[in-house]
């Protein structure tokens, strides 16, 4: 079952709430279910919830807990993931219970995750969207991809977010052995938006889990003040105010996504973090960029380099 087979259906959609990048690179797939005649309810925080209201009015929202992540921000990602295994995996195992319930409320015929291991019911289509096949660990922790690969069984289809030769994800995306798996290509919300004239300024996007993300908006404030060019910094950060910082220097919160699109659209160069969800957007955006991977964060790493 691909997305542009889907018609007419009653669907349950989530996404993981590592940042914001699976709520990113979900709009434009919501957005395509939707003009397919789909009726979409989506499971979701309220953090979540503002950034998809700025896109659909039409949809019926579910509060949904996120999975409790917590990071010391010392780029130790594993280990930080380790210590809250045991937090994660009573998540997984309530969100199991939580999606039946869901399921049976709203007369669900599809349930679609993007990367909540827990969001799926065996008698319900369910499918996951990914673009890691295979997780970029060492060797030390091959258990986890094990564990990751089982746990993508469980779900009916996987869609993944990439094409057949693995352009973009590389060996993150190389099917090996899933079965009821289609590619989908690569999805960006700015494909939702006419194409625009590039402006001279560089637009910096601050994202990704606390606290790294403090200190990534703290990095590049610093690399700002050194260029002459004019440099945005788009950030999620709550203690700060859009505020003009110099004369070629400006700060946008990122609470309104809407505006933050133009001002990324507009771009002619972009400096950010190298998620995935990112790459897609810039490979769409095609502009100048410069990605600077979270430390310790290995996906990210191999992407930067990729």
Not at 112 to 130: A, L, N
Not at 246 to 251: D, G, H, K, L, P
Request: glycine share 4%.
């Amino acid at each position: 079952m691909k997305p542009e087979e889907i018609n007419n259906q009653r669907i349950l959609f989530s996404a993981l709430n590592w940042g914001m990048g699976h709520v990113s690179r979900s709009i434009s797939i919501i957005h395509q279910l939707k003009n397919q005649g789909n009726n979409l309810f989506i499971a979701c925080s309220g953090s979540q919830r503002k950034v998809f209201e700025a896109y659909f009015t039409d949809i019926e929202f579910i509060e949904h807990d996120d999975y409790p992540f917590e990071f010391k921000g010392n780029g130790n990602f594993a280990i930080d993931l380790l210590l809250a295994f045991p937090k994660l995996n009573r998540r997984l195992k309530k969100e199991k219970k939580e999606i039946k319930h869901l399921i049976k409320k709203h007369d669900i015929d599809i349930c679609i995750s993007d990367h909540r291991y827990g969001f799926y019911k065996k008698k319900c289509t369910s499918i996951f969207i990914t673009h890691q096949l295979n997780l970029p660990l060492p060797f030390l922790f091959k258990g986890v991809n094990s564990l990751h690969r089982q746990l993508l069984k469980k779900f009916n289809y996987i869609w993944v977010l990439d094409n057949e030769h693995s352009k973009h994800a590389g060996k993150l995306s190389t099917n090996k052995n899933f079965k009821n798996l289609y590619y989908i290509g690569i999805h960006s919300r700015f494909s939702l938006y006419p194409s625009t004239i590039k402006e001279n300024y560089t637009a910096v996007i601050i994202s990704g889990p606390s606290p790294y993300r403090e200190q990534f908006f703290l990095e590049q404030l610093s690399a700002a003040k050194q260029r002459i060019d004019k440099t945005i910094i788009i950030t999620p950060q709550q203690n700060l105010k859009a505020s003009h910082i110099s004369n070629n220097i400006t700060v946008q919160l990122s609470i309104d996504w809407r505006a933050c699109d133009q001002i990324i659209l507009k771009a002619n160069k972009v400096i950010s973090r190298a998620g995935y969800s990112t790459v897609m957007d810039l490979n769409y955006l095609q502009c100048e960029k410069e990605l600077h991977p979270t430390k310790g964060q290995w996906e990210q790493e191999y992407l930067a380099k990729l």
